[in-house]
């Protein structure tokens, strides 16, 4: 079984930053790309920031310049640095990646999601 636990969400005034973290645990084999996603209130689930085995990454317009995607490996951890958010940036912000079990099945796994509000 592979569990994805975020954290690291909270109420932020608009300006401010806020880091998350979401970690991948139980029986993994090999983590490849790693992606964050916020869901907004009647809004579909949008792939903003994903990053690949060799750090290659990518964003989405909305948020380059402002947000920042890592990970350590050897935690099996992905981290979503955000800066300069803004109101329309409050949403459900889900982590997923795409893993290789120990039993050599290969799926996307999400996470539960973390709160991120922005607002004065």
């Known amino acids: 079984q592979v569990q994805l636990v975020e954290s690291g969400g909270g109420l932020v005034q608009p300006g401010g930053s806020l880091r998350l973290s979401c970690a991948a645990s139980?029986?993994?084999?090999?983590?490849?790309?790693m992606a964050w996603s916020p869901e907004a209130p009647g809004k579909q689930r949008e792939l903003v920031a994903s990053?690949?085995?060799?750090?290659?990454?990518n964003y989405a317009d909305s948020v380059k310049g402002r947000f920042t995607i890592s990970r350590d490996s050897a935690k099996n951890t992905v981290y979503l640095q955000m800066n300069s958010l803004r109101p329309d940036d409050t949403a459900v912000y889900y982590c997923?990646?795409?893993?290789?079990?120990?039993?050599?099945?290969?799926?996307?796994?999400w996470g539960q999601g973390t709160q991120v509000t922005v607002s004065s």
């Open positions: 990053i690949g085995t060799s750090s290659n990454t």
């Open positions: 139980g029986r993994i084999s090999s983590i490849y790309t």
């Open positions: 997923n990646a795409n893993i290789l079990n120990t039993y050599l099945f290969h799926a996307n796994y």
